[in-house]
């Protein structure tokens, strides 16, 4: 093994500055494990496995130096890696996971490619189970440490986990400070699945930072786990208070749940806006704080402005965010955001949401950002209501841009005071479209591509063995392309059909063809 000996002047420098954000930056938002998939099977091979975080907020969080591990290989994330609250970021063994491989309905770029980072405790295996050890009696965890080793996340499928061993963090050149440790010698408090062995399994949680978790699901790597009727076993209800320490206001929050000894103590991270921009950014101020008593968390003596609360159960699950306003003494705003969600379809963007006591609603804002920092305004909706309870409203945005975009509402009551849902992330880039006929095949593969943009494209065909056996290059243009590929030459066999765009962030495409 080569020895690298490291400028000790930089390694000083290096740990001051690393204890100086420690100092200045507390936490600022709750990053899980939020999907992963031990992947081999389906001809997507062992590089297709990814782990997927979730910053719940309700504040940015800089990632850098944080370590994933399995007990066996650890990966060190890239230091001044920001995560924006309900922004994903998927860890792979290769830069695009092509469709089927990680997401139900399309191909995923990955945020960080484990087996081209030089961020890896050692050389991580691309055949067999790869990274994650998939199948048989396997009780692989998946563990997240900060800088420092402190367990951030940690699940597995069934206890007892795997025997894991020692392993020395990459300093990723120097940029982060390496740790040595051994998960089976630090005292880890494992989320467990539940759920029965069997190869080729991806588990998820079954809403985005809850802590129920479901096997085989349409994996969904950099989108939400979400979907219409599902609902988390704990809930959550914010009051306001009158209190007689005027400006100050006070709020109470009631958590509902079956059990509270499996919720309580539960975990709260505060956030103030205190430049009063509207965006909760590492600037701003946070605090945390623990409750230890159900069925409610007081919080007194707040003073006035928006703020935003994420709650967690002991488990470090159950994640719920709520955004609130505090107004001077007793005009506290009583118009209260209820749920908002947003779902994309193929030309437009659904924005659902519910407040109460809407008769107090003067417009809604529809705000949208390509960096998670910078808001503008994409619509204004003009409501006019007399219900005293819950209204459930929805509009349809056709205009926004392409790629990854951060969405949010901005209400405000007929006096003008504005408060703001949480963030919500959706990728919108569209990418190539792709399907081929017949299958099986004779003689010509038919291809029909369809983009939104001009582009040359690569394709690539593929037999078992990962032998390529045909390539070429396709100059497609904007609508839908139709191309041939001659495979009579072709032996019989089970083949994949890899299309890439050239010189495009835009993910590739993986479809599958029987030759006869």
């Not at 029965?196 to 950099?222: E, I, T, Y």
């Amino acid at each position: 093994m080569k020895t690298r000996y490291l400028n000790p002047f930089r390694h000083i420098l290096a740990l001051l500055f690393f204890l100086l954000v420690k100092l200045v930056c507390p936490a600022q938002g709750r990053v899980v494990i939020n999907e992963y998939m031990p992947w081999t099977l389906n001809g997507c091979g062992a590089t297709s496995e990814f782990i997927e975080l979730l910053n719940f907020g309700p504040g940015p969080v800089n990632i850098g130096c944080y370590i994933l591990t399995d007990g066996d290989f650890s990966i060190t994330i890239p230091p001044n890696t920001i995560l924006q609250p309900g922004e994903f970021y998927v860890i792979s063994g290769q830069d695009s996971i092509a469709y089927t491989c990680a997401n139900i309905d399309s191909a995923v770029h990955s945020d960080l490619n484990w087996n081209t980072c030089n961020c890896t405790s050692g050389s991580i295996p691309t055949t067999g189970d790869g990274f994650l050890t998939d199948g048989g009696t396997a009780n692989e965890q998946v563990v997240l440490l900060d800088p420092a080793l402190k367990v951030l996340d940690a699940v597995a499928r069934s206890l007892p986990v795997e025997i894991s061993s020692s392993i020395t963090t990459s300093t990723i050149g120097g940029q982060c400070t390496s740790q040595t440790f051994d998960l089976d010698l630090m005292s880890i408090n494992y989320e467990t699945i539940g759920e029965s062995a069997g190869r080729g399994n991806s588990f998820a949680r079954r809403l985005d930072g809850d802590c129920g978790w479901v096997k085989d699901p349409q994996q969904s790597a950099n989108a939400t786990n979400n979907t219409p009727g599902d609902v988390s076993s704990v809930s959550y209800s914010l009051t306001y208070t009158e209190v007689l320490a005027c400006p100050k206001g006070s709020i109470v929050i009631s958590v509902n749940a079956s059990s509270y000894t499996d919720i309580f103590p539960m975990h709260y991270t505060l956030g103030f806006d205190s430049d009063s921009d509207g965006v909760f950014e590492m600037t701003d101020q946070y605090t945390t704080g623990t409750d230890s008593t159900a069925s409610t968390i007081p919080l007194n003596d707040l003073v006035k402005g928006n703020y935003s609360i994420t709650l967690a159960s002991d488990k470090g699950c159950n994640l719920h965010t709520i955004n609130f306003t505090i107004l001077d003494c007793f005009t506290l705003l009583a118009l209260h955001l209820f749920s908002f969600e947003a779902i994309q379809h193929p030309d437009k963007i659904e924005c659902k949401w519910s407040l109460d006591n809407a008769w107090l609603l003067g417009h809604t804002d529809i705000e949208i950002s390509t960096n998670g920092f910078s808001f503008q305004k994409a619509a204004v909706i003009t409501t006019h209501d007399t219900t005293s309870g819950r209204k459930d409203f929805r509009y349809f945005l056709s205009n926004y841009p392409p790629g990854k975009i951060f969405l949010r509402i901005a209400f405000y009551d007929k006096n003008d005071n504005a408060q703001l849902s949480k963030v919500i992330v959706l990728n919108n880039d569209k990418g190539l479209s792709c399907r081929l006929w017949p299958n099986p095949v004779h003689n010509d593969l038919k291809i029909e591509v369809a983009t939104d943009k001009s582009s040359l494209v690569n394709y690539q065909v593929f037999n078992n063995d990962n032998r390529l056996l045909a390539n070429g290059i396709w100059h497609i243009y904007q609508g839908i392309n139709m191309e041939t590929i001659p495979v009579s030459r072709l032996p019989k066999g089970n083949y994949r059909l890899l299309i890439t765009p050239v010189n495009s962030t835009s993910p590739a495409t993986l479809l599958g063809f029987i030759k006869l």
